[in-house]
């Protein structure tokens, strides 16, 4: 079976798992959609994928014939043959989009700019893979807390059975996408004033055993999201520095390198070793761990870890999809093709 996939929303977020989808053997991309006839039309034209329109209205349809691109139809048209629909539009405008899936019956998939009570149901990979089989609507947590799961679940799953743990989390976060001139600020660091933040807590919505809190500020960099990470590990843990680095060197989707030894001590030099990687955009889809950053003292685990905000989430995307249709019930099988298919697209 080919899943048949519709992105609604081909911006930052969209664009990256539309080519995510097209890698993969079992689904396929049906059509995007844009507002308007923008300059992201020439992208989906370039790679093949049908241009629909994120509305019905026959004015705003005809717009892009105007503009010289074909439109295949409105968002109606398009849900009318898809299997899901990935939400890939603004933050806060998912309500008004669920409606008209519910209507359409077509199981969709939100990103971290909505609230969970949206959906009731959040994803990570890593963390509730088992609990998103087969549901009709879903929530791929925002770039941090996906940057969160990936690195905390494998410690709180070495401790599990010898009591909980506990998170302080701080995110120094970059201020706009390189792509975005809207955004600020450009010569400040602005503290999030709501105490915590939405980050931590949010974790939660896919791991609520792990009780977690953040603070959060952000930077005039377009370049990834910095976490400074502290965990308080339960007595008698029986871990050390050196088992925490095997951990994550065994673990997917996350990268450990020593900084010091490999020239690489900030976010500036693990954007140009994505660079190297040769994924579409730069793109770094591994959440990157200092080495020489990581220490146990004690009870208390202290890293730090760099995101790439606009494509840790990507991959995650399409396991999702894996879950909701029901196709793979293993979450490690899914993120091995998954990876696996995105690295052949790219020949790398
Ligand atoms: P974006 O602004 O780059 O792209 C959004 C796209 O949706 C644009 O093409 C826009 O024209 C279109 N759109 C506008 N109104 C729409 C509507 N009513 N229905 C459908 N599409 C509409 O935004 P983005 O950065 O791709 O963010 C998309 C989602 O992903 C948000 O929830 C955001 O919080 C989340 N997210 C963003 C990042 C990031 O770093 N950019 C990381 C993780 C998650």
């Known amino acids: 079976m080919t899943i048949k996939v519709a992105i609604n929303g081909f911006g930052t977020i969209g664009k990256r798992v539309a080519d995510a989808v097209d890698a993969q053997e079992d689904m396929e991309i049906v059509g995007v959609t844009k507002t308007s006839p923008s300059f992201g039309c020439q992208l989906a034209v370039r790679k093949g994928y049908p241009l629909y329109c994120t509305f019905d209205e026959e004015d705003k349809i005809a717009a892009f014939a105007g503009a010289g691109y074909v439109c295949k139809g409105g968002l109606s048209e398009l849900l009318s043959i898809c299997d899901v629909i990935v939400d890939c539009s603004p933050g806060k405008v998912g309500a008004e989009n669920l409606e008209k899936y519910q209507n359409a019956g077509v199981k969709s998939i939100f990103q971290g700019g909505e609230k969970h009570a949206l959906t009731g149901k959040s994803y990570t990979s890593s963390a509730n893979h088992i609990e998103n089989l087969g549901v009709n609507c879903t929530r791929v947590v925002s770039c941090n807390t996906t940057g969160l799961s990936r690195t905390l679940v494998p410690i709180y799953e070495l401790v599990q059975g010898k009591g909980s743990i506990s998170v302080n989390s701080v995110?120094?976060?970059?201020?706009?996408?390189?792509?975005?001139?809207?955004?600020?600020?450009?010569?400040?660091?602005?503290?999030?004033?709501?105490?915590?933040?939405?980050?931590?807590?949010?974790?939660?919505?896919?791991?609520?055993?792990?009780?977690?809190?953040?603070?959060?500020?952000?930077?005039?960099?377009?370049?990834?999201?910095?976490?400074?990470?502290?965990?308080?590990?339960?007595?008698?843990?029986?871990?050390?520095?050196?088992?925490?680095?095997?951990?994550?060197?065994?673990?997917?989707?996350?990268?450990?390198?020593?900084?010091?030894?490999?020239?690489?001590?900030?976010?500036?030099?693990?954007?140009?070793?994505?660079?190297?990687?040769?994924?579409?955009?730069?793109?770094?889809?591994?959440?990157?761990?200092?080495?020489?950053?990581?220490?146990?003292?004690?009870?208390?685990?202290?890293?730090?870890?760099?995101?790439?905000?606009?494509?840790?989430?990507?991959?995650?995307?399409?396991?999702?999809?894996?879950?909701?249709?029901?196709?793979?019930?293993?979450?490690?099988?899914?993120?091995?093709?998954?990876?696996?298919?995105?690295?052949?697209?790219?020949?790398i």
């Open 171 to 347: 995110m120094i976060r970059r201020a706009a996408d390189p792509g975005d001139s809207s955004k600020g600020p450009i010569n400040a660091i602005k503290p999030v004033l709501k105490v915590p933040s939405h980050h931590g807590p949010d974790l939660m919505t896919v791991k609520p055993e792990i009780d977690i809190t953040s603070l959060a500020v952000a930077v005039p960099t377009t370049i990834m999201h910095l976490h400074a990470i502290t965990v308080n590990l339960p007595l008698g843990h029986g871990l050390s520095t050196e088992k925490v680095l095997e951990t994550w060197k065994n673990t997917q989707r996350v990268i450990v390198m020593n900084g010091t030894k490999n020239k690489i001590t900030s976010t500036a030099e693990v954007m140009e070793l994505a660079r190297d990687i040769g994924r579409k955009w730069g793109d770094l889809h591994e959440i990157f761990v200092w080495e020489d950053g990581v220490s146990l003292q004690d009870n208390t685990l202290y890293y730090f870890q760099a995101i790439h905000q606009e494509s840790d989430v990507i991959p995650e995307n399409v396991d999702a999809i894996r879950a909701m249709m029901e196709t793979e019930t293993d979450w490690k099988a899914s993120v091995e093709k998954t990876d696996r298919a995105i690295s052949a697209y790219y020949g």
